[in-house]
């Protein structure tokens, strides 16, 4: 299985850790660690999460990019897939 | 609008509601919900008292489907809200845009394990496109504002909206934000389509695979001048049906599992296959390594999550389809295809010549399809039935026929046409379901008798849960199991209960005149059609087969 990292940031919204944590869960990435701090301006949650998968990242990334209180997400490790526009 | 008037949060629901142009909503009250259910009497909105919250969900998604609109339903706190949940996973799956908003016990009583307390919110993460839970009635309106947008916008889907009976209570002097029509949000500029062009340029076998997004887009005409003018051969999946011109002899109808065998073999052969609003669902592309195995492929859709998802595609158009479609739009050079597709169409062409005296189901529905009047909608349940319906039914619009796709629920087809007459009081509705659908949601024949809808119901009724005994008898050595219903009710007697008139048939002869009576008929109405329990259904691909292996009828 490939490790791989995202940075997201997510508004400040009682399921929105529930949901990062769903959707990696169903799509198949095994999440490895997740860190979670409110970010300075009050209004977002700077996250951190290390996954596991056979899966390439991107669709992971595709994903959660389509959640409601997902604002950015950044793919961290080395092995960045192809996204198209 | 401001005003000094303090008003319920109720009351602001209901005209945040009207600002979103909501004329009908489809519900069941309870405790955790009763303020906004005395705020009801104050409103011009009209409610459909369902029989079941499942009923309310699935007549949100037929209204939603047939009309274009955005379907909304309301349930109480527990197992009201949890009742919902099978209709949201089926709008998440198929991408129908609805709003349910459920009470919710008080927010002092939140997470006490209080009567019918249940976490909603947890509940349908994973079934709806978002869900908001109302803590102050100052984030009420804003909420639902967002809610509306989001259901509507890019790829359409469920979203719920749980409100606290004492937010519903609470008192509030809203300045109501003037809100315009709910948009999507979709890009309006043009997308890159220099490499598609290209594909489209060498392509010597092209088919168009047209999928749902095609209605959910508003683009089928769009869809047919790009089929007119380039001449490209197509294929429909079910939620696709009806945006191809059905009288097109080089439509080759549905493809996959119980696709037809023109449709299956001509993708198999294709060097180009251009995915418009489709998904290469496991039911359309049988084993996805030997599907379409010599095409490269473009792929049109609104969700960046589905390209490369499931096939690895050489050109993506993201946006919407009524500005893309036409980018590609051009006459091609492509005879000798369009010739092998046609001949295809014909030499494979549905034979509907059963001997016995008994009723065969694909020639009855292919003469009520004849009978039926322009802009009928035609809902389904799921099973053999269903296949049948989208086999041998012409259908000339996606918002004329409803059927459950992705998640294929068992329960849809009634309350679905409920919401599709609502919505379309003007067209005929039929819904055409199998006996073992029908019970499933059977009690909403209540709601039918209630409002007087003139639905009309084609049970086909072979006694058994036919598409499950189908696979018994083929891959499970014959072995049935908890598939016989030949303990049935008396479906006739059953329909009379709610005063709807029914008739049942048993022979081929009896037919025309039956559907002819039906659809003539002023009100509901229920013909029960009685058929031979070992008929399957045709073509089918087996489990991890290529499509062009395809099980047929034994002459």
Same mark, same amino acid.
């Given at each position: ?24 869960? !169903? ?59 | ?18 600002? %979103? ?204 001048? *790009? ?63 030997? *599907? ?6 473009? %792929? ?137 659908? *029908? ?58 209960? *709610? ?25 509901? !109405? ?30």
């Amino acid at each position: 299985m490939q490790q791989h990292s995202l940075k997201i940031s997510a508004a400040q919204q009682p399921t929105v850790l529930e949901r990062v944590l769903q959707v990696s869960r !169903y799509r198949g990435f095994e999440v490895n660690s997740m860190t979670m701090l409110p970010n300075s301006d009050g209004k977002s949650y700077d996250i951190e999460l290390s996954v596991a998968s056979e899966q390439p990242i991107n669709f992971l990334k595709l994903q959660l990019g389509k959640l409601f209180d997902i604002n950015e997400i950044e793919i961290q490790d080395s092995a960045m897939a192809q996204c198209r526009a | 609008m401001t005003t000094n008037k303090s008003i319920t949060g109720s009351a602001l629901m209901f005209e945040v509601l009207k600002q %979103h142009d909501v004329q009908h909503v489809f519900g069941y009250p309870g405790g955790a919900i009763m303020p906004i259910y005395d705020a009801l009497c104050d409103t011009d909105i009209s409610h459909f008292l369902c029989r079941h919250e499942q009923g309310a969900a699935f007549s949100a998604i037929g209204y939603a489907r047939a009309s274009g609109r955005i379907g909304v339903c309301f349930a109480t706190s527990g197992p009201g809200a949890t009742n919902l949940i099978t209709g949201l996973a089926d709008a998440m799956a198929d991408s129908i845009p609805v709003v349910a908003i459920t009470g919710q016990v008080s927010t002092k009583a939140m997470g006490t394990d209080a009567f019918q307390e249940v976490d909603i919110v947890g509940l349908s993460l994973a079934c709806t496109k978002h869900c908001f839970q109302v803590r102050n009635v100052d984030e009420l309106a804003s909420i639902l504002h967002q809610a509306f947008e989001l259901a509507a916008s890019g790829r359409q889907g469920p979203v719920l909206v749980d409100i606290p009976k004492d937010i519903q209570l609470a008192m509030i002097s809203p300045a109501l934000e003037v809100v315009g029509k709910t948009t999507k949000k979709v890009s309006k500029v043009p997308a890159n389509v220099g490499k598609a062009l290209a594909l489209l340029n060498q392509a010597k076998m092209p088919i168009a695979y047209v999928g749902g997004g095609v209605g959910m887009a508003g683009a089928v005409a769009e869809l047919r001048a *790009f089929l007119s003018t380039t001449g490209i051969p197509s294929v429909a999946t079910l939620k696709g049906l009806g945006a191809c011109d059905a009288d097109d002899s080089h439509y080759l109808g549905m493809l996959g599992m119980h696709g037809t065998k023109a449709a299956n073999l001509a993708v198999q052969e294709c060097d180009l296959l251009i995915a418009i609003g489709a998904r290469f669902d496991d039911r359309v592309t049988g084993k996805l390594a030997e *599907f379409a195995p010599n095409a490269k492929v473009i %792929h049109f859709d609104i969700d960046s999550a589905e390209v490369d998802k499931r096939r690895l595609v050489d050109a993506a158009i993201m946006g919407d389809l009524k500005i893309n479609l036409p980018a590609l739009t051009m006459p091609l050079s492509i005879e000798p295809w369009r010739k092998k597709c046609h001949q295809m169409h014909d030499d494979f062409a549905w034979n509907y010549n059963a001997p016995s005296k008994g009723i065969y189901a694909p020639a009855l529905l292919n003469q009520l399809s004849d009978k039926l009047p322009k802009n009928s909608v035609v809902t389904t349940d799921v099973g053999q039935h269903q296949m049948w319906s989208a086999q041998h039914m012409s259908f000339d619009d996606p918002a004329n026929f409803l059927t459950s796709g992705g998640l294929g629920t068992m329960g849809f087809g009634l309350p679905a046409a409920i919401g599709a007459q609502v919505s379309r009081p003007n067209d005929c509705v039929v819904a055409v379901s199998g006996d073992g659908s *029908f019970m499933m949601n059977v009690q909403e024949l209540s709601t039918i008798k209630r409002f007087q809808l003139p639905v009309k119901i084609v049970l086909i009724d072979n006694a058994k849960l036919g598409m499950v005994r189908q696979w018994q008898d083929l891959f499970f050595n014959g072995r049935l199991s908890e598939t016989d219903l030949s303990d049935n009710p008396d479906f006739v007697m059953l329909a009379n209960a *709610f005063d709807i008139k029914s008739k049942l048939i048993t022979d081929k002869q009896e037919v025309s005149k039956a559907l002819d009576e039906m659809l003539a008929h002023q009100g509901p !109405y229920l013909l029960q059609v009685k058929i031979d329990a070992k008929e399957n259904v045709w073509p089918l691909v087996p489990p991890e087969k290529a499509n062009n292996e395809m099980l047929e009828q034994s002459t």
